[in-house]
């Protein structure tokens, strides 16, 4: 009996020293002025919207969408009871800079083209607030300039750009604070793919036609096309890895 007053004592004791930390992702985001700010303005209208569109709020899973040529970023969310991505809403991107096809280098001022995920989120940024993705990613490390290749790519506020994409302060409200809940709900990597526009069989032609010369690029585009057209006939996203030769292959998660 007294050996287990004694365990039992000190199993509580153990207990009561332990460290707790029982606030979330989005609790200890809201520590900060301009994240308290996104979520006191733009909660409430996002919930609506969701509520609108039949999708659980707040999110569980999100996708974000970039077409550089068409300047828009789109915000996508898992509905459950449907088991495929809905579209939340578009944004304008306020300025690009550089020029189509994926960023090789630090300094060519390109926005990246391919397949990446948040990596980062900084309330205190000098653009307000900023959506980190993981630029350079292997493909990128394959294609580009090797030890060259730069980094530092965000989505962010304002309206200037060195190869980022900005959307204003009021627009990344609403992107950061999903972002926030989808991360504080357990999606840990949001997939963010970014295009040199919507890859349709029309502007892929568009395209061939705009840059004769260049296979290599057109190459490229052609294999972003074949991520771009699997999510526009299924709403769903594939599992990517990348080859050798820094080719994006794709396949489907469900059959793993």
């Known amino acids: 009996m007294k050996l287990h007053i004694v365990l039992s004592f000190t199993f509580t ?11 979330n992702f989005a609790d200890k985001q ?4 301009r994240t308290q700010a996104a979520f006191e303005e733009k909660d409430g209208p996002l919930r609506s919207l969701f509520v609108d569109q039949g999708i659980p709020y707040p999110p ?5 969408r970039v077409f550089k ?11 459950t009871s449907d088991a495929v991505f809905k579209l939340v809403k578009h944004y304008p991107i306020c300025r690009t800079s550089g020029n189509l096809g ?3 280098r630090e300094g060519d001022l390109q926005i990246p083209e391919g397949f990446y995920y948040i990596d980062r989120f900084n ?9 980190g993705i993981n630029y350079p990613n292997q493909a990128d490390k394959i294609l580009g300039k090797k030890g060259e290749l730069g980094g530092d790519i965000f989505i962010h506020g304002g309206c200037t750009t060195i190869g980022c994409v900005p959307i204003t302060n009021e627009y990344i409200k609403e992107v950061y604070w999903l972002a926030v809940q989808a991360k504080s709900n357990g999606h840990a990597k949001i997939p ?30 052609k294999n ?14 594939p599992k990517i890895s990348v080859n050798r030769q820094g080719v994006y292959q794709f396949s489907d998660p469900s059959l793993e």
């Open 30 to 33: 809201r520590r900060h002025p």
């Open 60 to 64: 569980q899973k999100l996708f974000i």
């Open 69 to 79: 040529q068409e300047k828009i970023l789109e915000v996508w969310a898992f509905s």
């Open 123 to 131: 309330p205190e940024s000098k653009f307000y607030l900023s959506l």
């Open 102 to 104: 994926p960023k090789k």
């Open 13 to 23: 004791m153990i207990c009561a020293c332990q460290p707790t930390d029982p606030q």
């Open 192 to 221: 963010v793919h970014i295009f040199p526009t919507e890859l349709d069989d029309r502007t892929m032609g568009r395209l061939q036609n705009t840059f004769p010369n260049d296979d290599a690029l057109i190459n490229f585009w």
């Open 224 to 237: 972003l096309k074949i991520g771009y057209n699997w999510f526009e006939k299924s709403r769903k996203l």
